[in-house]
């Protein structure tokens, strides 16, 4: 095969990794911080995601770590009474599976190979990509050059590979702050009544809780419409009092939880996205992940996103050469990414509605036809 520099070891970036190892790649994988560090809340892991971490070989490892999925229950935001429940299918959630994302992200890492074949650069921060006619470099900040056959693009949001691919346009605030908390199950598994997911919708904010960690853990994710945003990154300390004072009309047990938040770690962070992207690849240089279509949190399927983009974009360069490879990927994944970006926004839309409204109604929840998708399999 040859080598590829993959820049940025989160879940796409590891991904990418291991799906390039087992055709044989050399890889070298470029982490800006100086270690990995377990941290992030909560995740949902689609079937389609499953799906690529079976073609992984991960399926047994992840099922080890994960827990079942169950229908949210809608609770009005004043009174925290059950809404009727939305008229959606919900067969996928026995096939859903949730997980810390530091455990998804663990048993990536626990399973790259140590026989050489992947190196780790971590403190490796790339800043530009510069590509000749037989190789391509990866630009290190401190002035160092990686060069290889292939660059791929795994670093997030904010990619400096994307302005090498697509070009410099900033990523977009799009009015909502995310709020994320754990919180012991014995505090909060009380205030959920029995019930393993909740959301709480206001026309402002919705307040999402569900176990996790096995039953130890309550994961609280908090996320308010906001004019401004601070500072950006996935743990800037969130003020409780600031959290408190957007849920102060809420019903008494989204109070209680958030009042709760005051006692642990309390993160925050302003939620960035872009429009659907053209071009996901340029030369020897791709993209995957939040890299090239960050999606909002609402449906919760960013880190499977992710894990398609993996197997879809190795399964296409083991089968056809390169050109033909990025041209099917890009055509396999764009549209699927683009309906996603938008259905996750819209379910947004329809959380705040329900808010305002006070009843599931005909919100569009959304589509089964989402979860209805294996990368493993699907033609290229
Ligand atoms: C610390 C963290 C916590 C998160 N917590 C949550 C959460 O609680 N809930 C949720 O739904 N989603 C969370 N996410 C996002 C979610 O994991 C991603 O949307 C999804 O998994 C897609 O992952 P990705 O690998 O494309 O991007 P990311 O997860 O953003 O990973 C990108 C990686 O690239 C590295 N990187 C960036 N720029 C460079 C560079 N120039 N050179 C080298 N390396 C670079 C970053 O350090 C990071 O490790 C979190 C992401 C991070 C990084």
């Avoid at 346009?169 to 908390?181: D, I, L, Q």
Wanted: with cysteine; hydrophobic share 45%; charged share 20%.
């Amino acid at each position: 095969m040859g080598r590829v520099t993959i820049v940025g070891g989160g879940i796409a970036g590891i991904s990418v990794a291991l799906a390039m190892l087992r055709d044989g790649w050399t890889v070298t994988l470029c982490e800006q911080a100086p270690a990995f560090a377990a941290s992030g809340a909560g995740l949902t892991i689609a079937p389609s995601a499953r799906a690529g971490l079976r073609f992984l070989g991960l399926e047994a490892a992840f099922e080890q770590k994960a827990e079942m999925s169950f229908p949210p229950v809608i609770l009005d935001w004043a009174s925290g009474a059950a809404m009727a429940p939305p008229d959606i299918d919900h067969r996928h959630l026995g096939q859903t599976r949730r997980l810390l994302r530091s455990d998804l992200h663990a048993l990536l890492v626990d399973a790259l190979p140590r026989d050489g074949s992947c190196q780790m650069r971590f403190g490796a921060r790339v800043v530009d990509v510069d590509e000749g006619d037989r190789a391509v470099a990866a630009i290190l900040a401190d002035g160092s050059r990686i060069e290889s056959d292939l660059l791929l693009g795994a670093d997030g949001i904010k990619s400096r590979v994307r302005r090498y691919v697509i070009g410099d346009e900033t990523p977009r605030f799009t009015g909502y702050v995310a709020w994320r908390f754990m919180l012991p199950a014995e505090i909060a598994v009380p205030l959920l009544r029995g019930r393993a997911v909740t959301i709480t919708c206001g026309a402002d904010a919705t307040l999402t809780c569900y176990t996790i960690g096995k039953g130890r853990l309550v994961n609280c994710v908090a996320i308010v419409r906001s004019e401004g945003w601070g500072e950006e990154g996935w743990s800037i300390p969130g003020d409780p009092a600031e959290l408190a004072a957007h849920f102060a009309t809420a019903h008494p047990d989204a109070r209680a939880i958030v009042a709760a938040a005051a006692e642990g770690a309390l993160f925050t962070w302003a939620l960035f996205d872009r429009a659907p992207a053209r071009g996901w690849t340029r030369g020897r240089v791709a993209l995957l992940g939040d890299a090239v279509h960050p999606v909002l949190p609402f449906l919760g399927l960013g880190a499977g996103l992710a894990i398609e983009d993996a197997v879809i974009l190795a399964r296409s360069l083991s089968a056809y050469p390169r050109a033909d490879a990025f041209r099917r990927y890009e055509t396999g994944r764009a549209p699927r990414a683009a309906l996603i970006q938008r259905m996750s926004a819209d379910q947004g839309d329809a959380f705040a509605r329900i808010g305002v409204e006070r009843t599931v109604g005909t919100a569009p929840f959304f589509d089964r036809s989402l979860f209805d998708y294996d990368p493993s399999t699907v033609p290229l």
